[in-house]
């Protein structure tokens, strides 16, 4: 079910740029859209890779929101995640996680 939408016009605003500073720009697209949920109310939002960043996820479990998504390599800083090299040895459909603390 779609919640809100957002549409990107190329530009933000100096409010919109001044709340989320500590997030990457696509990662900003996310918080906006969350802003308006409840926090520590169960509520799930799924995103893809493009707007992942470990900051995000941080300030999403901070608000209560869980959140499903896939991360790329290069946006993992200082994550020790099973490397794409051994996951391409291991069985179809392997995966790795980690808890964010």
């Not at 997030?23 to 859209?33: D, E, G, P």
């Not at 969350?34 to 900051?55: E, I, M, R, Y």
């Amino acid at each position: 079910m779609i919640y809100g939408f957002y549409i990107y016009d190329g530009k933000a605003s100096d409010r919109e740029e001044s709340t989320y500073t500590h997030l990457q720009k696509s990662a900003q697209v996310v918080a906006k859209l969350c802003q308006g949920l409840p926090t520590h109310a169960g509520f799930k939002v799924c995103f893809d890779n493009w707007f992942s960043t470990l900051d995000l996820m941080r300030y999403l479990q901070e608000r209560g929101i869980l959140a499903i998504d896939t991360i790329r390599a290069n946006r993992i800083q200082r994550c020790s995640l099973t490397s794409n090299k051994e996951l391409e040895k291991s069985e179809r459909g392997s995966s790795d996680q980690k808890k964010l603390t």
